[in-house]
Structures are given as C-alpha cells and as structure tokens.
C-alpha cells in the first residue's frame, strides 16, 4: 500500500473553530452531509426489519436488487439485469476498495479526472497502484490501463458529461480492456443539464461490458447515516466482487437492505429532497454572485463551484470571518486551488443566515 495523503478535512479544523465563533454560529457549507428527516416510509421498512438475528447476503435480497434494476430502468432508461446489481457499505467504501477488489496490482495506473472526489486517488494507493489525475484521457497512449474512473455529476463541480464524451470513454477502455467505473451518486440532481448514465444504451450500444456504475442513497434519500449504496453493470465484474466481498465481510445489514428496498421503490421523496435542494440553491448562489463570487459549471449535483481569484485557502477565510465554512478546492486537485466549493444541503435556517451574511 502507498502512503495516503493526510485526511482533507482536517485542514479546516481551524476555519470550523473560527466559523463557529460567529455570534449567529456557524453556517456549515463545507462537507455537503444531508440534515432533512429520513423518509418515514424508509424508517419504517427499517423498524420492520430491526428483529434480523441471522447473517445477511452479502449479495443482498432478491427484492432489493430488483427494485435497483426497475429504478434504474423507470428513472434513467437503463436495462439492468437484477443479477448484476451489488449492495455496498456507502459509495465511499466500495470507491476506496474497488481497485483492491478488481485485482489492480502494484504500478498499474489508475485514472481519475483531474478535479475528484479524493477517494478515487486513496483507492489507488491501497492498492499500491498508481493514481493518474488527467482529464486528457483520450490522448493517452496504447498503456494498458485496468480502471479508469469518471463522475457525472462531478463531485466537486457540478459538471455533466454528455453522452458523445462518456461514448468516447468507452470505446477507449473497451480497445484498451479497461474497466470504466462511473460514480454517478448525484445523478438524480440535475438542474441545468441531465446526467446520463455510462450504462444507458445511448452510451454503451446496449452492453455493459467492462462497465460499472456506482450509485447511493445518501443525498437523493437522506440515508448517509445508513451507508446505503449499489453497484450496477457488467455481469461477469460483479460476480467477480460479489465472491471476494463474500470472503471479506462486505456485507450490508439486512434492516439497510431493507430501507434501501423501500427507498428505491418510492420516486415521491426524492421529487420533495430535489425541491428543498433547488430552493436552497436559487437562494445561495445569487447570493454568491453579488458578493463577488463567479459561479462554473453546476449544472448538477449539490455543490456550487465558486471563485472570486483569490487562492482557495484566503477565500476559505474570509467566509470562515463571516461565520460561513465552505471547502477548499484544492482538496479536489491543484487545479482547484482558485476556487470553493459551497454545498447547498445546509438547513433552511442556515442557509438563509449565509445569504445574509453574505449580503
């Protein structure tokens, strides 16, 4: 394993403690972790659920993977096969160990965009492989590359990948026999654009060879205190995972199992989840913009992409002054070192506190 790199968000503990000494407290921009209610249809298949003394199926149930494959298909246009959709322990997990569990050895690349999430690059070094940050993909030469990893929505810009580049991408990996993993937790937050799936016919032809598709529950149903998530795709790649989580204890409890059957199978919650979000958003980023921040991309996801030109740290305390903590952009890579990232799944209430602040 290679050295990881010191865990982001302990930079900000010093920013956290200067937000908070605001005197209206702290308006919490910064990790984007949900703080509406839990669905009570989703508490309740929970409870229902609570009295499960035996061990639980690393594959999950039946109905569960079921209603992943008719979301999928009713809510993205995807044909998955309930057969090839595997529960994991929150998107994180799985995100962290994938390169681990798909056999990628010590020196192989693996491929990230050059602003990401920072697990994707601490998935690599616990592999020992080598993490690559590139949006240059498609330039890259003949090197064999075992997994390449793209986001849309991006976490942290909010950008879409249309359906030309994600095809791109494929037909790359696919010459190159790479597997292409696409995190795509944010799918259901579209605003200005719509995110396509990498496993929607209209970018894989149809099949879903050499191809992954990461999603979660945390932010579309408020359940990132359950470590609710799925993987979907190629048939052979996930009974591939599904033999080595068996051997390693990846298992879903059966009562999350259970809450994220109920979730999957009900569309009304997330339409109420989308129109909190897009409230908070419609307030937060005029708000922005007059206090001299340029807003990029965004088009989706649940985070604004913000700079005002000033090296991402001396921006991060400014806000922290006005009792407003956001995250650093070059958490995300050294391309991100001029901008923030402002999540908009703060409280109504503190919401409206940053836009006054703000004002």
Known sequence: MKALPDFPWDRLAPYKERASAHPGGIADLSVGTPVDPVPESVRQALAAASDSPGYPLTYGTARLREAA???????????????????????????????????????????????????????????????YATDGLLALGPEPVPLVWVNSPSNPTGRVLPAEHLRKVVSWARERGAVVASDECYIDLGWEESPISILHPDVCGGSHEGLLAVHSLSKRSNLAGYRAAFVAGD??????????????????????????????????????????????????????????????????????????????????GELAAKGI????????????????????????????????RLQ
């Open 325 to 356: 903590l956001v995250a650093p952009g070059d958490i995300y890579g050294p391309s991100g070192s001029r901008h923030i990232r402002v999540a908009i799944t703060a409280s109504d209430e503190r919401i409206d506190a940053a836009v006054s």
């Open 69 to 131: 494959a008719n979301w999928l298909r009713r809510n993205h246009g995807v044909a998955a096969d309930p057969a090839a959709v595997l529960p994991a322990i929150g998107s994180k997990e799985l995100v962290a160990w994938l390169p681990t569990l798909l056999g990628v050895r010590p020196g192989q690349r693996v491929i990230f965009p050059e602003l990401a999430y920072p697990t994707y690059d601490v998935g690599a070094r616990l592999a020992g492989a080598e993490p």
């Open 235 to 316: 048939p052979a790649l996930i009974k591939a995972l599904l033999e080595v989580r068996k051997h390693a204890g990846m298992i879903v409890p059966a009562p999350i199992q259970a809450a994220m059957t109920a979730a999957l199978d009900d569309d009304a919650h997330v339409a109420v989840q989308r129109e909190r979000y897009a409230a908070r958003r419609a307030a937060l980023r005029p708000a922005l913009n007059a206090a001299g921040w340029e807003i990029e991309h965004s088009e989706a996801g649940l985070y604004l992409w913000a700079s005002n030109g000033a090296d991402c740290w001396d921006q991060v």
